[in-house]
């Protein structure tokens, strides 16, 4: 049953990133090229519209709040992210973007992820002289803004509703999408 | 009065909006609005992932990948200790670590998040097809903005994307999750590390891309 919802929605998330256009790596390079925000108005929305819902839902107890899974916050979140920004800028993938792009039949989508299957090898020979580092400095742990799973997880804003301040954040989020100037056909 | 004037416009804004995107016909209003078709289909699969599974994440089976080729070449890589807490150990220290989490899903690799990474392939594949704009032959190797700046050299474009997919998956592992699990899992989720990674990406992507792609006088 897992294996047949891993399909399911592994073949819709891969449809819905060609559909979006995020896996074609001229749209990512000209939107942090600040010249076509299709992509950002996309990525917005997505998250503003799956964040209500998600709040929404789960404050009705409709989705488990079991299935939030909130990452811990450290130094290397920044600074992975960093490493990870100059490669998105160049090659204009990320990890799923270039497994769909390779789908969909980009041949430099291939070479990428050859690359990122060596990074990878890279940084599991690596991990164990740096897992003592500032790298895993903590910077808060599992933290969210507000109340997800709270057996889990803190929050930073506690007396407020949950569903109150995600669903704000959620709203700005979509309207910025929608604020944002359009893409142009590139 | 100002306020009044946005109460009344945005609802109507967006209704309009939804018109247009329901009728096809209106070919001008379509081209404008596929960012919004684009934002509502990944925003319904990220909450349906996360209602009857778990949040969507990608750069970790990279990992999986990577461990199921070394055990080919290392049987010592991943143990399996019959009866005993954690039930998969590895030699290797990052795949050893969460109680030989990776470990385990490199012993076990039919799993939920191995398959739907493999299933991404299926759908980039499906929805190419469906496209009616198809990719072009060129397009394949090098995107156009590439091709602006350093010209048909396809080689040079397949050099700098392998060092790009190093640095990404590099990067995406010392943070412990990558585009999908920390920006669009983790923002929806109002994670903190989400917005700590996206602060970390784009703080580099940006400008890198506003030079490295900074069109010749």
Same mark, same amino acid.
């Given at each position: 049953? !897992?294996i047949l919802l891993a399909v399911l929605l592994g073949t819709a998330f891969g449809f819905a990133l060609e559909q979006?256009?995020?896996?074609?790596?001229?749209?990512?390079?000209?939107?942090?090229?600040?010249?076509?925000?299709?992509?950002?108005?996309?990525?917005?929305?997505?998250?503003?519209?799956?964040?209500?819902?998600?709040?929404?839902?789960?404050?009705?107890?409709?989705?488990?709040?079991?299935?939030?899974?909130?990452?811990?916050?450290?130094? @290397? #979140?920044?600074?992975?992210?960093?490493?990870? @920004?100059? &490669?998105?800028?160049?090659?204009?993938?990320?990890?799923? !973007?270039?497994i769909v792009?390779?789908g969909?039949?980009?041949?430099?989508?291939?070479?990428?992820?050859?690359? &990122?299957?060596?990074?990878?090898?890279?940084?599991?020979?690596?991990?164990?002289?740096?897992?003592?580092?500032?790298?895993?400095?903590?910077?808060?742990?599992?933290?969210?803004?507000?109340? !997800?799973?709270?057996?889990?997880?803190?929050?930073?804003?506690?007396?407020?509703?949950?569903?109150? #301040?995600?669903?704000?954040?959620?709203?700005?989020?979509?309207?910025?999408?929608?604020?944002?100037?359009?893409?142009?056909?590139? | 009065?100002?306020?009044?004037?946005?109460?009344?416009?945005?609802?109507?804004?967006?209704? +309009?909006?939804?018109?247009?995107?329901?009728?096809? *016909?209106?070919?001008?209003?379509?081209?404008?609005?596929?960012? +919004?078709?684009?934002? +509502?289909l990944?925003?319904?699969v990220?909450?349906t992932a996360?209602?009857?599974?778990?949040?969507i994440?990608?750069?970790?089976?990279?990992?999986?990948?990577?461990?199921?080729?070394?055990?080919?070449?290392?049987?010592?890589?991943?143990?399996? $200790?019959?009866?005993?807490?954690?039930?998969?150990?590895?030699?290797?220290?990052?795949?050893?670590?969460? $109680?030989?989490?990776?470990? /385990?899903?490199? %012993?076990?690799?039919?799993?939920?998040?191995?398959i739907f990474v493999l299933s991404m392939i299926l759908g980039g594949f499906l929805s190419?097809r469906f496209?009616? *704009?198809?990719?072009?032959?060129?397009?394949?190797?090098?995107? *156009?903005?590439?091709?602006? *700046?350093?010209?048909?050299?396809?080689?040079?474009? +397949?050099?700098?994307?392998?060092? %790009?997919?190093?640095?990404?998956?590099?990067?995406?592992?010392?943070?412990?999750?990558?585009?999908?699990?920390?920006?669009? /899992?983790?923002?929806?989720?109002?994670?903190?590390?989400?917005?700590?990674?996206?602060?970390?990406?784009?703080?580099?992507?940006?400008?890198?891309?506003?030079?490295?792609?900074?069109?010749?006088?």
């Amino acid at each position: 049953m !897992t294996i047949l919802l891993a399909v399911l929605l592994g073949t819709a998330f891969g449809f819905a990133l060609e559909q979006a256009k995020a896996s074609n790596p001229n749209k990512i390079i000209n939107m942090l090229r600040l010249k076509d925000f299709h992509l950002m108005k996309v990525i917005l929305f997505a998250i503003g519209f799956s964040s209500l819902l998600l709040f929404l839902l789960s404050s009705m107890n409709w989705i488990d709040i079991g299935h939030f899974s909130i990452k811990i916050s450290y130094s @290397g #979140v920044i600074i992975g992210g960093a490493i990870l @920004g100059i &490669g998105f800028a160049v090659g204009g993938y990320c990890p799923g !973007t270039s497994i769909v792009a390779a789908g969909a039949g980009r041949k430099d989508a291939l070479i990428f992820i050859l690359g &990122g299957l060596l990074g990878a090898v890279a940084y599991m020979l690596v991990f164990g002289i740096i897992k003592d580092s500032f790298l895993f400095n903590k910077m808060g742990g599992a933290i969210s803004l507000v109340e !997800t799973n709270p057996l889990k997880y803190e929050a930073l804003i506690n007396n407020v509703s949950a569903l109150f #301040v995600a669903g704000i954040i959620a709203i700005v989020f979509m309207l910025i999408a929608f604020f944002l100037p359009s893409g142009n056909e590139n | 009065m100002l306020k009044n004037g946005i109460q009344i416009i945005m609802p109507l804004r967006i209704f +309009l909006y939804f018109c247009a995107f329901q009728n096809n *016909k209106t070919s001008e209003m379509n081209k404008d609005l596929s960012w +919004l078709k684009g934002g +509502l289909l990944l925003g319904i699969v990220f909450l349906t992932a996360i209602w009857m599974v778990k949040p969507i994440g990608v750069s970790t089976q990279f990992v999986i990948v990577d461990g199921i080729v070394w055990k080919i070449f290392s049987k010592e890589l991943i143990q399996h $200790n019959q009866n005993a807490e954690p039930e998969y150990s590895s030699t290797n220290a990052y795949l050893n670590k969460n $109680n030989g989490k990776y470990a /385990s899903g490199i %012993a076990n690799p039919v799993n939920y998040g191995f398959i739907f990474v493999l299933s991404m392939i299926l759908g980039g594949f499906l929805s190419s097809r469906f496209s009616k *704009k198809k990719i072009q032959q060129k397009d394949k190797i090098s995107p *156009k903005v590439w091709r602006d *700046k350093f010209g048909e050299n396809h080689n040079k474009r +397949l050099v700098y994307t392998f060092v %790009a997919g190093f640095l990404v998956l590099f990067g995406a592992r010392l943070a412990g999750g990558c585009t999908s699990g920390h920006m669009m /899992s983790g923002m929806m989720q109002t994670s903190v590390s989400g917005y700590l990674f996206a602060t970390g990406v784009f703080a580099t992507a940006i400008p890198i891309a506003i030079i490295f792609f900074k069109p010749k006088k």
